[in-house]
């Protein structure tokens, strides 16, 4: 992985140090800067004993299984995310009482040679009805809603999401 910092984005010295890729100073002008954790949600959405699991049409993990979801906007609460997220990737219309938060999860996302350490929040929904959804096919392949028996833990792209079906559906 090519260096995160080459220089420091003030002053251009290279005496610098980046402490488990978290906090970088700059020994020559002071500045510190934090890579804080990122959030980001994942929905579990249920109808009846199928779930839904999208398929990956970008890198990181392009091909595997994900749940529908994404980072969480700057001053936008997790809630909000998931029906955001989730109009803009199924066009489905979600309100915040069908939406229940259920875990927390760390993972390591790689975007670009960039490593983010994201804080992953877990929801989960439950569709009764027969619901139309329509893909944003510049993320997401195709869905797949599979039951329990039928999920192939390989298959799926991240960790944290790993944890979470073990967890939670298998
Ligand atoms: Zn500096």
Redesign the pocket.
Known sequence: MPKFFQY?P??G?QN?KFENHHRFE?F??G?IYYHNCAAAVMVILRRGDEILFTVRNNDPCKGMLDFPGGFVDPKESGHEAVIRELKEELNLDLTRDQISLIDTEPNDYKYRDILYRTLDIIFEINLHEDITIELDHSEIREVKWLKKEEVDLEAIAFNSMKEVVRKYIL
Do not use: I, K, M, P
Request: aromatic share 12%; proline share 0%; charged share 10%.
């Open positions: 420091c003030r002053c010295s610098h700059c020559n002008c500045f």
